[in-house]
């Protein structure tokens, strides 16, 4: 052993096979890859740079004097190293990713393509907009199918992700309430929200109010009611719902909302599920953000970055933030300052982001949405149903539906009902699956059910690929009722890494890499 | 000494007008390994039921509620190296802070041992 | 569609497996009063030859920095990417892979996190990073919100240093959560007298250096004047090749470093996506918000990396939460580490000391033109000059001419009009002589 330095810890020989024991811990194409910090030197680099003309330093009393200790690769050993760490990663590319509420599909690399042409890549959101009229037409563009798609009148695109959304949101309903001269202190949240949700209201000051949850999951119209009065600000409310169902009386819960005098937030995070099937607009949402990460694709890239518009109702448009475009005449016109919006019924709440938003998802967003269009679009949305509704049937007679076998929407909900008494939790579960090549579906996520398994496919898997995923549950849960769980207690026992101490690493956190003993002085 | 608890699953062990304070052993195998507990600033005072403390596992962070009110004099530094030490020992080492009571009254209305175990049993 | 897989025959055979005769027999729950039959004004589907017309035409209506003289900073900036870091960065692993909620397959993404957070850390000589946030602009608003949680006090003091955006970020979301800001006027000189602003009930004192005005400032003042009443130092950058050849933060006294990665690894792209940088003390660091890896070792005690801390985030504390901020900047920050990692300590010295010799050169040019004044006596790589006209209508005369002047901080800042004659001005390692010439020429004409 080696210790904490150095290439990890071969495995001790007692307790492992032999056959795994291998001289270097690699086993075939899994290569164990030490830190750069380990491997790397301070005088390393990848990079030929000119040496600087000379000049009289202008850094006043601020010149650096202590060395940096970064490590540097050349070329080839900066490849070698990222490409066998990329090489521990499960990737949408390698098999299905059936995260439920997270929306893993296909990502075309047609859109990777066009987001690098210089006419995107190499402009500066300061430049004078006369030099970048078709950034503009792009956002404007874009800004147009999304108003299109969700039946809504404005869209605020700043927002970087999609909590980051939900507080624009928010803060638009702040506003809007205080052009009203009203300051609302409730805002109504279902149990089975996302976390998101009841974090973004408390972060703008409003006591989040919990709805519980009907037998079926869904919104009980009732108990929104009675939780309606004149303090109450919003409601956050996601359709189709985190438990896969469409809340069939959205409607009516909206228009009990609208007579409180209060708003209704969508959280757009199953938005793709209905896609030129139904428009928020029609079902009475005041806001919703969009994932363009999930909804329409633009990569998830291991944790973001995402991006996350808001689409706005009449009521709320005139207090969406800077900047926006205003179209005169069909003519995009970027509004960035208050000084611009003077003389119109323009509001705007403020700013989240300096420049303009994730401009590098729009491009790919609306790359997408033209490849798709409106019939692809909407065969996207039926097909991502289509194969949740298909993984139910294939499943439902051997794992638990807490809600009862009924069609869902673009993802399934099991519990862990049928792990009862077995000693498998959904956490095995869910390690076992790693061992056959899959990762693992949402789990215990909603909160409101006991273990959950969220599964959402998404369209972008075939009918083999499904076929094989059921097939390889339905071995998993037979193995379980057989009690053969010593591969599920002890999973994962073939991927890169065995299950992690999470305990250790929160009880005593090491955040950074220590050197042994410092680095030499910088090279130069 | 005796020994009191609450139905938020603390306890409170009288010694003069102090009161030293902590979670009970139930409390710790529900929350599973703690893993970092924030614990308030001496000669803070509580109202009864003011929160005053957060306990940390790994997967959830949970408030702790003053079972009674009174002045921190002391509280158990120990635990912010080694929050272990509730898990291993919740109503011994793992004690959380000693108050001053305001009220020693109180004290008699919490539940005792026999109350509290019997109270577990309806959960 | 050519990225939807199943056949209509596969349809069917799945909606037979189903036990439905149509697909909207899956949609039966939807109101029938909003169903749509299709959506209007939107066109059906293109191939791929198609949409990459569009799209190449709409790119071409824009002006590529790259294709004329270009001199534009004000929290952007221009830098080489040197091509690995993006075949690194388009890697499917990397690419199509999720936040690694599931560790023992995510080890590529845990791994190069951990890595970039050392590199924070070091780079800004701090004791802890986090695994990045969405930009400098929000990281430096949750450096605000988490001042003022460990102080418990509300009031944050802005230099007026600070990006202008950057400031209306902080003060939209201190508005929003209660919070109150005092802003000090804008600073194109370096004249303030931030040590008069602070108190005892400030939680944190915000400072840019270099300055949104190219300024470098000390911040060791600020920070012992902060200290001495209990407040905390928050310390923003917009520019971290800077820390190329400046004293970082942390060696200044700084509590809580925020700033904008976008220079190393990240194109320009408009303003997004970008990379926020944070960075803290020890002992802050479970106040720090966003998501954060760290070590720990598997059942067979080999080391390996998780998502910790996560007790903080929404997740699990919902409306307790630190933040309610989810995503990092993943992708981002990988392509952070991978150019920082070809650059080295090395690589990163000489490209900071390239970037300061082409701004000393051009700052020597400009001095000498008639009309126009440079108003720094420190900088790193951009600077601010004061023109005798309106510096929008010059900045556009001058795009109208092919060159791409700099920031006119009207644009930022049109009610001010100390600051309608000031343009921001950067160079980096790609300016060239010529470049330098053209602006040169065209601003003597200009102010003529």
Redesign the interface.
Known sequence: ?KG?LGR?????AAG?AMADKTFT?NRGLQIE?A???EI????????D?????????????????????????S?PE??R???R??????????GI?P?GS?T?K???R?N?????????????????T??????L??IA?LAR?LT??TGMAAVAMSP?????G??CGM?TI?EALAARGESRTDVLVPESA???N????????YR?VDIPARDDGSVDPRAVAERLHGNVAAIMLTNPNTAG??E?D??EIAEAVHAAGAYFYADGANFNA?V????PG??GVDAMHINL?KTFST?????????GPVVLSEALAPFA??PFIRLDDGKPHLV?????TQGTSERP?????????????F?RA??YM???????????S??A???A??I???LSDLMSLPYGDR?C?HEVLFDDGFLEDSGVSTLDF??AM?DEGY??MTMY?PLVVHGAMLIEPT?????A?LDLFVATLRDLVMRVQRKETEGFT?G?RL????????T???RQ?????QPPEP?SD??? | MSTRYTPDHEWVRLDGDTALIGISNYAQEQLGDI??I?LPETGKMLKKGDEFAVV??????S?VFAPIAGEVVETNDALTSDPEKVNASAEGDGWFLKLKLSDPGEFESLMDQEAYLAFLETI | ??????SDE??Q???A????EA?D???????V????D?????????S?L???R??????????????VP?F?G???Y?HHI?A?V????????????????????????L??L??F???M???T?MD??N??M?????ATAEAVLMAHRLTRRDRAVLSGSL?P??R??V??IS????KRTTTLPADPTAQEDLLAAIDQDTSCVVVQ?PSFYGH?I?LRPIADKAHAVGALLVSVFTEIVA??????PG?QGADIVAGEGQSIGN???????Y?GLFATRDRF??QMPG????????????????L??????????????T??????????A?AF??H????????????A??N??????L?DALAAVPGLTVL?????NEFAIRVNGEAAEI??LL??RGV?AG?PVS??E??NPDVRDVIVVAAT?LTTGDDRRALVSALTEALA
Not at chain 1, 336 to 340: L, N, R
Request: with cysteine; hydrophobic share 40%.
């Open positions: 052993m904490d990890p810890t071969q495995a001790p492992a811990g890859e830190l750069l910090f790397g030197r301070s005088d390393g680099s990848g990079v740079l000119p040496e600087p003309p000379d000049i009289d330093q202008r850094l006043g009393g601020q010149a650096r004097t202590a060395a940096l200790n970064l490590a540097g690769l070329e900066t490849m190293h990222y490409v760490l990329s090489q521990k990663n499960y990737a949408i590319d390698s990713f995260l997270c893993m296909h990502n075309p047609l990777e393509k066009i987001v690098r042409m210089p006419g995107y890549a190499d402009i500066h959101p300061l430049q004078p006369s030099t970048v009229e078709g950034a037409a792009l563009e199918w299109e798609m970087k992700a999609g909590a980051h939900e507080l803060l702040v996302h976390g998101t009841p974090a973004t209201a408390a972060t703008v000051g989040v169902y469409f069939r959205v409607i209905i030129g099937k139904a428009r029609d079902l990460h990569p998830h890239g291991g944790g973001g970055p995402g991006a933030p800077l960035e300052t208050m000084a611009q709440f403020g700013r989240m982001t300096a420049f303009h938003g994730q401009m590098g998802m491009v609306l790359s033209l490849s798709h269009g409106a019939d692809g679009m909407r065969q996207a039926e097909d149903v289509l194969n509704n298909y139910r049937a294939g069609p929407m869910a390690k790693i990762h693992p996520f369209e972008s898997e075939s009918k690929s002890s994962p991927a890169p890494r065995g299950r992690l101490d999470e250790r690493a929160a956190p090491r955040l950074k890499w680095f910088a090279a130069e | 893993v970092f924030e940390e596992s790994v997967k959830a962070a408030e | 569609m050519r990225y939807l897989p199943h596969d349809r055979a799945m909606l497996r189903i036990g439905v697909i027999d899956l949609f039966a729950e939807v109101p009063a909003a169903r749509l299709g959506l209007d004004n939107i066109p059906d589907g293109r791929e198609e949409v990459e569009i799209m190449s035409a709409m790119a071409r209506r824009n002006v590529a920095a790259g294709s270009f534009l004000a929290g952007a221009r040197p690995t993006d075949h690194v960065i388009q890697r499917s692993e990397f690419l199509t892979s999720y936040t690694p909620y599931q560790p023992e397959v995510a080890q590529g993404t791994q190069y951990f890595e957070q050392t590199q850390a070091n780079l000589a802890v990073a695994a990045s969405y930009d400098g602009s929000t990006h955006q950057y209306d970020v003060e939209t508005k929003a959560s209660g250096s470098l000390d820390l190329g050849l400046v004293e970082p060696a194109p320009l792209g408009f303003g997004g996506p990379v660091v479970r998501r954060v890896a760290g070590e720990t070792v598997d059942v067979k005690g080999r080391r390996g990396f998780v910790t801390l996560s007790t903080r985030e929404q997740h699990i504390r919902r409306d307790r939460a933040s309610n901020i989810c995503t990092n900047a993943g992708l981002c990988l580490t991978v920082m990692t070809l650059l080295g300590e090395r690589g990163l010295t000489r490209l000391r390239l300061h010799a082409h701004a000393v050169e700052s720094n006596d420190t900088f790193f900045v556009d795009a109208s791409l920031v644009r930022l049109p009610d390692e």
